[in-house]
Nanobody, 122 residues
């Protein structure tokens, strides 16, 4: 079974840190792009950070300088280190990944994790 398995969410006080992890299970080829999104109930899902195959990264303005996305490509795993957390960072965080099985080239497949809740208390 192919899926993204997330971990690391929880409750933290303002100014604290959390580290999210996400592993692509059952994917036997390298993941191309990884990304983290977040969603507050009633709002649209928004991009937090993304990382390309060779490590290039992009961040939403709201998290630039506080969050760091990284990857362990041989393990098909992505991380999101979140520092100096604020109450407005409270959301469900979703991992996203895409990969390209050769048998369906040039199409690619996209995966979403189940989401992990991050709560920042004031």
């Amino acid at each position: 079974q192919v899926e993204l398995v997330e971990s690391g969410g929880g409750v933290v006080q303002t100014g604290g840190s959390l580290r999210l992890s996400c592993t692509a299970v059952g994917v036997l080829i390298p993941i191309r792009n990884f990304a983290w999104y977040r969603q507050v109930p009633g709002n649209q899902r928004e991009l937090v950070a993304k990382i390309a195959p060779l490590g290039a990264t992009n961040y939403a303005d709201a998290v630039e300088g506080r969050f760091t996305i990284s990857r362990d490509s041989p393990k098909n795993t992505v991380y999101l280190q979140m520092d100096n957390l604020a109450p407005e960072d409270t959301a469900v965080y979703f991992c996203n990944a895409d990969y390209q099985p050769p048998e369906i080239w040039p199409r690619s497949l996209e995966l979403w994790g189940q989401g992990t809740l991050v709560t920042v208390s004031s």
